[in-house]
């Protein structure tokens, strides 16, 4: 074979070699094609399925929303029927309250006078028969009534928990209308009233609860920062806390506290 030959034949066999390698190498691009495709229909598939699940769960859960909001309008419902027949209660109390009172002063001018306690003999029997009638005084709580910071330390509320007792210094839960005093004290030693809350006997059913440490009616008064500037210039930082407990027109009690606001 010659010399030129033999450069045909090597050229022959280079072009052969690439055309090979083209080959190959388009083989293997085309499968890598097909396997990525072959992965997004896997994907696909995988989303679909999972949108299907989504879809069953979603409608599981907005049933389960409607169940509970049609409860929560039931129950809003009873709660206000509840509320309705609490205050006609209240009414028919004081109603009630207003004629024992009537009839017991009427008793008393016909006896021509009244024993040390302001009530009849004859009264007195029918009235210890009923919560309200073993009252005997009220008193604040000192460890849970004072000024107090919310979580935040952005607002300040002023706690104050009121008891009406009976004659052993027991606790009675009765329902009142209740009058919240709180007064910074001058200089001079006169107060400066800073708050004055009023509620009904409806009210004062709301405002009953049952602690660890008092149990009692639990009024809490948010300040303003006007109310706080004023608490806060007096030189000696106390607050004076007087509360009315008004059972009826012949059964009023009060009380005072004088409290250290740190």
Known sequence: MTWRESRVVARVDSH???????RSTGCCKVRRIVNILRIHIVIICLIAAAGCAMDGE???VETELRD????IRHLEKRVTESEQLLADQDREIETLRSAADTTRSTTV???GGKSSTGFSNVSATTEAETAWGSVHSVRIHKLTTGVVKDPAGETHS??????PLDEDNELVKVAATLTLTASTISADGTPNPLVTKTFDLTESRRLWSRGLVSSGFHIQTRLSDDQMASL???AAGKLLIHAKMELSAERVYTTS???LVK
């Open 158 to 163: 002023l706690n104050v928990v009121l008891q």
């Open 58 to 60: 979603q409608q599981t």
């Open 257 to 259: 506290e004088l409290i």
């Open 232 to 234: 806060q210039s007096d």
């Open 68 to 71: 509970k909001e049609s409860t």
């Open 109 to 111: 001018a016909k006896v």
């Open 16 to 22: 052969y070699s690439k055309l090979r390698f083209a």
